[in-house]
């Protein structure tokens, strides 16, 4: 069996990747800081390397004898731009040492964002961009694909739960312009399609963007009237305006420095939010020989909403 190292594997998208890659026919070996027991991962039985990014003998270990791996770990919040940079930059740059040292052989995919592609947005959209730059600087290989997910939805997912949660309750916020567009993809097609990229052979130094194959993304009022469908009501909607989102953000900010907590909203983060166009372009994708979305927005919020109703979520 092929071998596939993988870090970030008890995350939201990373289980569903382990479980992805299992199907695919690899052995998995799995970077974790303790036995990452879940539902999902059931059926697999991973190998297990106890450790994390800023321990070079565990990294060694995982890499070591792997046909392809994985980066998939990394921080979506943090108290400041230092921590995002820590792990999403100098995290990456372990891995490409590792394989760069240990398995100069092996396949190198790179699960990054969609916000790298604005790197002048936010402290982790800019942390994500410097982490592909140095992990392919250190690894200085060309069996490589750098993977961009945009917004990732599914069962499991407390991200997203908020959006059901405004949906289904009297009033939900509106935090995008009227115009704004965002690429959606269900994590079960991100998961099968990184699966697909892992396998040797495959296409080498590209970047790729994901999406549920509606490249241009949808607006906020197709967003919410899928979330309303799925939680089978409809809240009243009020727009955020940006002066008083920026102004939740400036509080976030504030917290994180005073507490030292990761905060998820920030004030650079609702330039993320705000940004008014988070579509890709079709010729990004990976090519259809390999792998096609099979999930669209209404089924994927419809089973989504259905998941968290049955395990009381919302």
Same mark, same amino acid.
């Given at each position: 069996?092929?071998?596939?190292?993988?870090?970030?594997?008890?995350?939201?998208?990373?289980?569903?990747?382990?479980?992805?890659?299992?199907?695919?026919?690899?052995?998995?070996?799995?970077?974790?800081?303790? /036995?990452?027991?879940?539902?999902?991962?059931?059926?697999?039985?991973?190998?297990?390397?106890?450790?994390?990014?800023?321990?070079?003998?565990?990294?060694?270990?995982?890499?070591?004898?792997?046909?392809?791996?994985?980066?998939?770990?990394?921080?979506?919040?943090?108290?400041?731009?230092?921590?995002?940079?820590?792990?999403?930059?100098?995290?990456?740059?372990?891995?490409?040492?590792?394989?760069?040292?240990?398995?100069?052989?092996?396949?190198?995919?790179?699960?990054?964002?969609?916000?790298?592609?604005?790197?002048?947005?936010?402290?982790?959209?800019?942390?994500?961009?410097?982490?592909?730059?140095?992990?392919?600087?250190?690894?200085?290989?060309?069996?490589?694909?750098?993977?961009?997910?945009?917004?990732?939805?599914? $069962?499991? /997912?407390?991200?997203?739960?908020?959006?059901?949660?405004?949906?289904?309750? $009297?009033?939900?916020?509106?935090?995008?312009?009227?115009?704004?567009?965002?690429?959606?993809?269900?994590?079960?097609?991100?998961?099968?399609?990184?699966?697909?990229?892992?396998?040797?052979?495959?296409?080498?130094?590209?970047?790729?963007?994901?999406?549920?194959?509606?490249?241009?993304?949808?607006?906020?009022?197709?967003?919410?009237?899928?979330?309303? /469908?799925?939680?089978?009501?409809?809240?009243?909607?009020?727009?955020? $305006?940006? $002066?008083?989102?920026?102004?939740?953000?400036?509080?976030?900010?504030?917290?994180?420095?005073?507490?030292?907590?990761?905060?998820?909203?920030?004030?650079?983060?609702?330039?993320?939010?705000?940004?008014?166009?988070?579509?890709?372009?079709?010729?990004?994708?990976?090519?259809?020989?390999?792998?096609?979305?099979?999930?669209?927005?209404?089924?994927?919020?419809?089973?989504?909403?259905?998941?968290?109703?049955?395990?009381?979520?919302?």
């Amino acid at each position: 069996m092929k071998v596939a190292a993988i870090t970030g594997g008890t995350g939201f998208l990373g289980r569903y990747i382990v479980a992805a890659l299992h199907r695919a026919g690899f052995a998995v070996r799995m970077l974790v800081r303790q /036995d990452p027991v879940h539902p999902l991962l059931d059926d697999v039985r991973p190998e297990l390397v106890l450790g994390d990014l800023c321990d070079d003998a565990a990294l060694a270990r995982l890499v070591t004898g792997a046909d392809v791996v994985i980066h998939s770990a990394g921080l979506i919040k943090a108290r400041d731009r230092a921590q995002f940079f820590a792990v999403n930059e100098g995290g990456s740059a372990a891995i490409g040492r590792a394989v760069a040292t240990h398995a100069p052989g092996a396949r190198l995919l790179l699960i990054s964002s969609q916000a790298a592609t604005q790197p002048h947005l936010s402290h982790y959209a800019a942390s994500k961009r410097a982490g592909e730059v140095a992990a392919l600087a250190a690894y200085g290989g060309t069996d490589w694909c750098v993977i961009r997910p945009p917004a990732i939805y599914g $069962p499991w /997912d407390r991200e997203t739960l908020s959006l059901f949660k405004a949906a289904a309750g $009297p009033v939900v916020p509106v935090l995008g312009g009227a115009d704004a567009r965002l690429a959606m993809v269900q994590v079960e097609d991100a998961a099968d399609a990184i699966a697909a990229l892992a396998i040797p052979g495959g296409p080498q130094g590209q970047e790729f963007a994901l999406c549920d194959g509606v490249a241009a993304g949808y607006d906020w009022t197709t967003l919410l009237d899928c979330a309303a /469908d799925a939680v089978g009501q409809r809240a009243a909607r009020v727009r955020v $305006p940006v $002066p008083i989102l920026r102004a939740i953000g400036l509080a976030g900010s504030i917290t994180a420095a005073v507490t030292g907590k990761a905060v998820m909203l920030t004030l650079p983060k609702t330039r993320e939010i705000t940004h008014p166009d988070w579509s890709v372009a079709s010729q990004q994708m990976p090519p259809e020989s390999l792998w096609k979305p099979r999930v669209g927005l209404r089924e994927g919020f419809a089973g989504a909403a259905k998941w968290y109703r049955e395990h009381r979520w919302i």
